[in-house]
């Protein structure tokens, strides 16, 4: 696998591959330390091959597992610590891996985790033990299962290849023009993200340092911009929310990055707004929009946005397709609909993934296979809106009720089914509340199984608490409404369209 090949390459020479708040691993370090631990999972499970569960932050040592997981020939699935403990412990039970690893404090009550000092131990007992070539996941093979939220309430499980993210990371090398110098990137979404891919494989591929910023630092702003200041930017990698949470703060323009040379952005609707302020406070900044469903590993199009492009566009582009990818745009027959019509975004290439891990159901809903001119393509339906204008592909919100909030991916079901499971809760309905074109918040509206006399807010504040136990935080709506029951339409079934009226 390329970035394992180019790991060793760096490896001979002084490179950081990874700095967590002051805690560095070279590439040396990094390329040993993941011999070590592959070469104890292919000797203590030589006829296993399931995915190793890694549940923990942004710790160097994931860093490890993860690569140490790729060179045992084994995919890794990374559960950030704001996965609920609920939700860990379902996809544990769905995956049923033979390895789990928990760098956290919590109790995810599975048998035979293995915990940091037991990692430890095993790279002490494996010290200067290597791995041939021929373990390393090849060719078909998974390297990450990236769990994203689900609308049964279950997440569903996107199995990203080898070869997919061969055909992302050539194509993204060439795109950006990062050179290989060991200058910073930031590394700042949680692993479970597929953004975080994006520095990680980007990143190692052409000998960078990863710079992390942990959950506990972005909890603090003035810590964030501390580490900021320290790290020699050079390129941005982040969703526009977190940028404009960054731009709420004066200092953070040119000075506390005066070597800055991208921004990258993805994940979400990049306001022209934003794109303006960065202008002025990162002059000379190379900006860059780009779009993708994690389905089609990370990124499908990007576009430098141009003052050109800035000054004529009142939504900005999402940008050209990826080489060697084919983007089209489908009425709802699947029939290709004209530039500057509006359809979803269909995305045929090397870097779509072969389905959802364990659900042939949903991968059948949304993935297919087809030949186009003698060469056969992996497809995928994204749900996903959008139109071409002279060759570019514009974004216009999505097909169904996946939406994005503060950069987070969430399908309203999923909040919905889990709000179900809440003690006293009969029905509900979540819904985005939309300012400026933007989403602001959520707000459930809920039937309560029996009335009660608490005021609204009291059983808000209730539901919340309970609600706390399913869900991450980012997913939990801001302010409820208890109703006595929901308007309906003419099928019998609720009448969104009537309640968002009410938040109007
Ligand atoms: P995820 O799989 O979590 O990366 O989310 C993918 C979804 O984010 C896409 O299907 C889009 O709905 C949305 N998205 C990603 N990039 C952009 C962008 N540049 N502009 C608008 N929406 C985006």
Same mark, same amino acid.
């Given at each position: 696998?390329?970035?394992?090949?180019?790991?060793?390459?760096?490896?001979?020479?002084?490179?950081?591959?990874?700095?967590?708040?002051?805690?560095?691993?070279?590439?040396?370090?990094?390329?040993?330390?993941?011999?070590?631990?592959?070469?104890?999972?292919?000797?203590?499970?030589?006829?296993?091959?399931?995915?190793?569960?890694?549940?923990?932050?942004?710790?160097?040592?994931?860093?490890?597992?993860?690569?140490?997981?790729?060179?045992?020939?084994?995919?890794?699935?990374?559960?950030?610590?704001?996965?609920?403990?609920?939700?860990?412990?379902?996809?544990?039970?769905?995956?049923?891996?033979?390895?789990?690893?928990?760098?956290?404090?919590?109790?995810?009550?599975?048998?035979?985790?293995?915990?940091?000092?037991?990692?430890?131990?095993?790279?002490?007992?494996?010290?200067?033990?290597?791995?041939?070539?021929?373990?390393?996941?090849?060719?078909?093979?998974?390297?990450?299962?990236?769990?994203?939220?689900?609308?049964?309430?279950?997440?569903?499980?996107?199995?990203?290849?080898?070869?997919?993210?061969?055909?992302?990371?050539?194509?993204?090398?060439?795109?950006?023009?990062?050179?290989?110098?060991?200058?910073?990137?930031?590394?700042?979404?949680?692993?479970?993200?597929?953004?975080?891919?994006?520095?990680?494989?980007?990143? $190692?591929?052409?000998?960078?340092?990863?710079?992390?910023?942990?959950?506990?630092?972005?909890?603090?702003?003035?810590?964030?911009?501390?580490?900021?200041?320290?790290?020699?930017?050079?390129?941005?990698?982040?969703?526009?929310?977190?940028?404009?949470?960054?731009?709420?703060?004066?200092?953070?323009?040119?000075?506390?990055?005066?070597?800055?040379?991208?921004?990258?952005?993805?994940?979400?609707?990049?306001?022209?707004?934003?794109?303006?302020?960065?202008?002025?406070?990162?002059?000379?900044?190379?900006?860059?929009?780009?779009?993708?469903?994690?389905?089609?590993?990370?990124?499908?199009?990007?576009?430098?946005?141009?003052?050109?492009?800035?000054?004529?566009?009142?939504?900005?582009?999402?940008?050209?397709?990826?080489?060697?990818?084919?983007?089209?745009?489908?009425?709802?027959?699947?029939?290709?609909?004209?530039?500057?019509?509006?359809?979803? !975004?269909?995305? $045929?290439?090397?870097?779509?993934?072969?389905?959802?891990?364990?659900?042939?159901?949903?991968?059948?809903?949304?993935?297919?296979?087809?030949?186009?001119?003698?060469?056969?393509?992996?497809?995928?339906?994204?749900?996903?809106?959008?139109?071409?204008?002279?060759?570019?592909?514009?974004?216009?919100?999505?097909?169904?009720?996946?939406?994005?909030?503060?950069?987070?991916? !969430?399908?309203?079901?999923?909040?919905?089914?889990?709000?179900?499971?809440?003690?006293?809760?009969?029905?509900?309905?979540?819904?985005?509340?939309?300012?400026?074109?933007?989403?602001?918040?959520?707000?459930?509206?809920?039937?309560?199984?029996?009335?009660?006399?608490?005021?609204?807010?009291?059983?808000?504040?209730?539901?919340?608490?309970?609600?706390?136990?399913?869900?991450?935080?980012?997913?939990?709506?801001?302010?409820?409404?208890?109703?006595?029951?929901?308007?309906?339409?003419?099928?019998?079934?609720?009448?969104?369209?009537?309640?968002?009226?009410?938040?109007?």
């Amino acid at each position: 696998m390329e970035i394992l090949y180019k790991m060793k390459e760096y490896a001979k020479q002084e490179r950081i591959a990874i700095n967590c708040e002051g805690e560095e691993l070279t590439y040396r370090e990094l390329d040993k330390l993941s011999d070590e631990v592959a070469s104890y999972f292919i000797k203590k499970y030589p006829n296993d091959k399931s995915p190793i569960i890694i549940c923990g932050n942004k710790e160097n040592l994931i860093l490890v597992l993860m690569m140490g997981a790729l060179k045992s020939g084994r995919a890794y699935i990374p559960l950030d610590v704001t996965f609920p403990v609920e939700r860990v412990k379902q996809v544990i039970k769905e995956v049923n891996p033979k390895i789990v690893i928990n760098l956290t404090d919590r109790d995810l009550e599975v048998p035979n985790v293995y915990t940091k000092e037991n990692i430890e131990d095993i790279i002490a007992k494996y010290s200067g033990n290597k791995v041939s070539e021929d373990n390393w996941v090849s060719g078909d093979d998974n390297c990450y299962i990236l769990f994203t939220s689900g609308s049964t309430g279950k997440p569903k499980g996107v199995q990203i290849s080898k070869n997919n993210l061969d055909s992302f990371t050539k194509w993204f090398t060439e795109y950006l023009k990062v050179g290989n110098e060991n200058t910073a990137i930031l590394n700042q979404p949680s692993y479970s993200f597929d953004l975080s891919v994006m520095p990680l494989y980007l990143g $190692l591929l052409n000998g960078k340092k990863l710079f992390s910023l942990s959950k506990k630092t972005l909890e603090n702003m003035r810590e964030t911009f501390d580490e900021l200041k320290k790290s020699d930017m050079r390129l941005w990698i982040s969703t526009p929310a977190f940028a404009s949470l960054c731009m709420q703060d004066d200092s953070f323009r040119k000075e506390l990055m005066p070597n800055l040379e991208t921004m990258y952005f993805i994940g979400e609707v990049l306001p022209p707004k934003t794109v303006a302020l960065l202008r002025e406070r990162f002059p000379n900044v190379r900006i860059i929009n780009s779009y993708g469903p994690t389905e089609a590993t990370v990124a499908i199009t990007a576009i430098d946005i141009t003052d050109e492009i800035l000054e004529g566009n009142k939504e900005l582009p999402i940008g050209y397709p990826m080489d060697g990818s084919i983007i089209i745009v489908v009425d709802d027959n699947g029939k290709e609909v004209q530039d500057e019509e509006k359809g979803e !975004i269909v995305i $045929l290439g090397k870097s779509v993934s072969k389905g959802y891990y364990l659900n042939d159901e949903m991968t059948k809903k949304v993935f297919f296979d087809r030949e186009i001119e003698g060469v056969m393509y992996r497809g995928y339906k994204s749900g996903d809106m959008g139109y071409y204008k002279e060759n570019i592909l514009y974004f216009c919100g999505r097909k169904d009720f996946q939406i994005k909030l503060n950069g987070f991916r !969430i399908e309203l079901e999923d909040i919905e089914n889990n709000l179900r499971k809440v003690t006293n809760i009969k029905n509900t309905v979540v819904l985005p509340v939309n300012k400026e074109g933007k989403i602001s918040h959520l707000v459930a509206f809920v039937i309560l199984e029996k009335e009660n006399t608490l005021s609204n807010l009291k059983n808000t504040l209730i539901i919340k608490e309970e609600l706390k136990k399913y869900l991450p935080t980012y997913m939990i709506p801001r302010n409820m409404k208890i109703m006595k029951e929901f308007p309906v339409n003419s099928n019998d079934k609720v009448d969104r369209k009537k309640l968002m009226e009410e938040i109007k």
